[in-house]
């Protein structure tokens, strides 16, 4: 790990301005993915900026019925909640399908929602990653790319968004809050906040540089049977091959939203449109563009009948 500096931030402000301002700085909640890079040198930052010590930590309600949740709320705690565990259950299954125990303990709602989007080349230093560094390829095109994305990828990378939570709340339509360093705060929606890759993979996310996530909204509850299965090569501490977030109504109408198949969590709102004809009609929509290689390409059939089954557990 190289040598850096370290500030503790007094306020969200002041850390987005501190950010902006420092070259090669990073902000450092719970840590659980940027640790892990510094100590691979993929990532290297100059300065560290804490944010544990602000008050962001904390589950609120909305006036209009929905829930606010801090940037610093835990996975664990999220997870736990009882309000999330009863009016927005696809969230805390998805929290719980995700990394370990410990890691959910340590993890935060901001550092999940901005997990690097990666793949097994982007940890390998001697390979080519667009990633890493701009323009020098993509090493997963031509190689092993069976757990890579099959939609909204492309020719510069096709690594997959490794969020639960966030396949979840894209499901729930939350809505993303942050403060820029020139103390502006903004709301993005989540369809907006992970970007798909094109010519700069390197960009992850609609983020301005210096701009720090201070909470989530969710809207109302949508009611209805909430469902996240996650289908995966081991039975815990794994990416997802495919995983659905699913919001099933008692007339057969809902919400999908699906994870492991491409760089940003994928939901298709006219895919919905097709639940009442089945899941074959659904995947079709949501694959309309999909673009496999020969070794990923079962994952638009594994989305399929894990929709299926999800449906038919909804309709039981």
């Not at 510094?38 to 309600?61: F, S």
């Not at 490794?162 to 729930?172: E, G, Q």
């Not at 659905?244 to 449109?273: C, F, H, M, N, Y």
Request: aromatic share 4%; net charge positive.
């Amino acid at each position: 790990m190289k040598p850096f500096t370290y500030e503790r931030a007094t306020s969200a402000a002041q850390a987005a301005a501190s950010l902006a301002g420092t070259p090669g700085a990073k902000f450092i909640a719970g840590g659980t993915n940027l640790l892990d890079l510094m100590k691979l040198r993929i990532e290297t930052p100059m300065h560290l900026i804490d944010v544990n010590g602000l008050a962001l930590d904390a589950i609120t309600p909305t006036s209009d019925g929905g829930l606010h949740i801090g940037a610093l709320v835990r996975n664990t705690d999220l997870a736990a909640d009882e309000r999330v565990r009863r009016d927005y259950a696809v969230l805390s299954r998805a929290l719980l399908a995700g990394a370990s125990g410990q890691l959910r303990n340590r993890a935060t709602t901001a550092g999940n929602l901005l997990q690097r989007t990666r793949c097994p080349y982007f940890y390998d230093t001697n390979m080519p990653c667009n990633k890493r560094r701009p323009g020098s390829g993509c090493g997963a095109m031509k190689g092993y790319n069976r757990t890579l994305a099959v939609v909204g990828g492309s020719t510069a990378c096709i690594a997959t968004h490794p969020s639960d939570m966030a396949v979840a709340m894209r499901a729930l339509d939350a809505k993303v809050e942050t403060i820029r360093p020139d103390g502006k705060s903004r709301v993005i929606p989540i369809v907006e906040l992970h970007r798909l890759p094109g010519d700069t993979p390197e960009v992850e996310t609609d983020l301005v540089p210096g701009e720090l996530i201070t909470g989530v909204t969710l809207p109302k509850p949508v009611g209805g049977k909430h469902f996240y299965h996650k289908v995966r090569d081991r039975a815990s501490y794994a990416f997802a091959l495919v995983s659905i977030a699913a919001i099933v109504q008692d007339d057969g109408s809902g919400r999908v939203a699906v994870g492991g198949v491409a760089p940003k969590p994928w939901r298709v709102e006219a895919a919905e449109q097709e639940m009442t004809r089945g899941e074959k009609a659904v995947a079709a929509s949501l694959f309309a563009d999909a673009q496999p290689t020969q070794h990923n390409a079962f994952k638009i059939e594994l989305a399929e009948r894990t929709l299926g089954a999800l449906m038919t557990q909804a309709r039981s």
